[in-house]
């Protein structure tokens, strides 16, 4: 190997090298998923809530479902549905409540938040956040709206400690 070869090379790995180092963050994994829905499901049978439970990753793809024996059927898509706008907006569901709604009920400067279709303006999803990078969100129905946040709030507390 010449000396002109060898340098190239030399650039070549130094440069293949630096293209691949990408900074990396946290991934919401099945077993965290699990686990939220673990911490979610004492709290639902403590209160002797049937929940339907939904954990997405940031990209609001589903990881990981349940739902309880007796839970209402609708309750599995609007727990989906949750989970999926906290992901998409970084926002619990509550705060998209409170833009629609108002906190007062006459009002929010948002309205037409809860005509967008597939857009569920009710309590009850969380996103998720590991230190300050965002890995997803969960969602909870199958009680009334505060029910289904503190449920899933349940969820997000159970986990806690492996999310900094």
């Known amino acids: 190997m010449n000396i002109k070869t060898g340098f190239g090379l030399l650039v070549a790995l130094g440069l293949s090298t630096q ?6 963050a946290p991934v919401l994994n099945l077993e965290t998923a699990q686990k939220i829905a673990a911490g979610c499901q004492t709290k639902a ?8 439970i939904t954990v997405v990753d940031a990209g609001a793809n589903a990881i990981y479902f349940q739902r309880a024996n007796g ?26 409540e409170d833009f629609s709604f108002g ?23 969380i996103p998720l956040h590991a230190g300050k990078s965002f890995i997803g969100a969960v969602g909870v129905s199958g009680g009334l709206p505060n029910e289904d946040a503190e449920c899933a709030q349940a969820g997000v507390d159970a986990v ?3 999310l900094k």
């Open 160 to 162: 806690k400690s492996l």
């Open 19 to 24: 293209a691949f180092a990408l900074d990396t």
């Open 103 to 125: 906190k007062d009920k006459k009002g929010g400067p948002a309205p037409g938040l809860a005509n967008l279709p597939g857009f569920v303006t009710l309590a009850g999803g």
């Open 71 to 96: 839970a209402y059927i609708a309750s599995a898509e609007l727990s989906r549905l949750k989970a999926e706008n906290s992901a998409k907006m970084q926002l619990p569901t509550s705060v998209l």
């Open 45 to 52: 049978a403590e209160k002797g809530w049937k929940m339907s």
